[in-house]
DNA sequence: TATTTTTCTTATCTTTTGTTAACGTTTTGA
DNA sequence: TCAAAACGTTAACAAAAGATAAGAAAAATA
């Protein structure tokens, strides 16, 4: 993927959240940073602060913590998806978790400073603070409904929701990560698979 | 508490997150809505649009789902704390839990159409897009550390991070609703209770 | 004040989940 | 291509959690 399909992604996807006629668009361009990590490349790690919010083009990625030497999945992003560790990258504190890509995986980000730049323009400022507010509060929402998951469903239910409306997750992504996003161990998800298998059968 | 008292309550609140000068502030005043709930009125309820973004100016509030005719604690919040349905409020759906008050309670808050109109005013519009964001980025992290302590921790590391940090909750909050607000039922909380007493005595 | 109601604990029993280990299969990477 | 690593399932056992019920203490309220 070249430079200017992987803008033209990111100008698309900001349609969801607000319009960019062609003036504001070339405000905000110099600021775009393109980037590519390989499968298995950290885009944030524990200890350092994120400073990066960025849109994957091409690709996925999978937040983990890791305790007790273990590794548990927080969430995976993919294409037309933004990615960051949101508490590192907004309170300017040492990230506690891994952000990895899955497979090879292209961005296109705003880094930090840019972003408070471009809060204060001008010409796009007042635009762009709807942009990030609308973010936040897309992601907020997100939250919100994966914690109602955690106190009202249990395991069995959040995995047969996630088997209705999370397709790409189920393809792409290992089994144990997904236990573990959905606060299991493996085996716990491996027999709730068989059970509604069973029951399906 | 008088209606003075309570906007000056706002006010004061809001430097948390932008500053607002007397001209400002004397735009915004008009969208303010003071109001009061005696104890265990709804502020929001399911099947129902949520209005209102309200700040807590006195008294306490707590969201719980009912899922088989079982109340379950989402959270709790507090003095100068915001409160809504988020959900609903930002996608204009009705809401699927209750928010109700634990105490009289009384409230400064902005219905939609308020908010809307004043992200679109000439005068304030910038610094409330502002407000709005940095509440939503404020809100999310909250919702992320709330998820990541589900996937990391036990059921008892969450209580005794609560025990730690949750000064006002523990006092004030039945322990039932404590229960569920951790993920588990109040019979697996007195056991918890029980352990850490026999480890600390 | 008296009497409900709510709250919390405890006990018992059942179910679920975690832990560890083994095994075959698939994928990865040298 | 071939060895190593990762993956998913299953089994056996231990630990934790849920469900239910009973009883005492505290709080609400009539």
């Given amino acids: 993927m070249d430079t200017l399909t992987a803008l033209n992604k990111f100008r698309e996807h900001a349609k969801t959240f607000v319009s960019l006629d062609d003036a504001e668009w070339q405000a905000l361009l110099p600021h775009l940073e393109i980037s590519t990590l390989k499968k298995k490349e950290n885009f944030i790690e524990p200890g350092k602060i994120c400073n990066h919010i960025a849109l994957i083009v091409k690709g996925s990625v999978r937040l983990f913590h890791v305790k007790d030497g273990e590794e548990i999945t927080g969430y995976f992003c993919f294409e037309n998806e933004f990615t960051s560790s949101y508490k590192s990258f907004l309170t300017r ?12 995986t292209r961005f296109v980000s705003l880094n930090y400073n840019a972003v408070q730049q471009i809060y204060g323009d001008e010409l796009i400022g007042k635009k762009m603070e709807r942009f990030g507010r609308l973010i936040a ?28 409306t ?11 990560y997904i236990a573990n996003f959905l606060g299991i161990t493996p085996v716990s998800l491996s027999r709730i698979r068989r059970r509604i298998m069973r029951i399906s059968a």
């Fill in 166 to 176: 999370g397709g790409e997750v189920l393809q792409r992504i290992p089994q144990h």
């Fill in 93 to 104: 504190k040492p990230s506690t978790s891994y952000i990895q890509t899955l497979e090879d």
């Fill in 137 to 164: 509060e897309h992601y907020l929402i997100c939250y919100e409904d994966r914690v109602t998951s955690f106190i009202t469903q249990t395991p069995e239910e959040r995995y047969n929701k996630l088997l209705e």
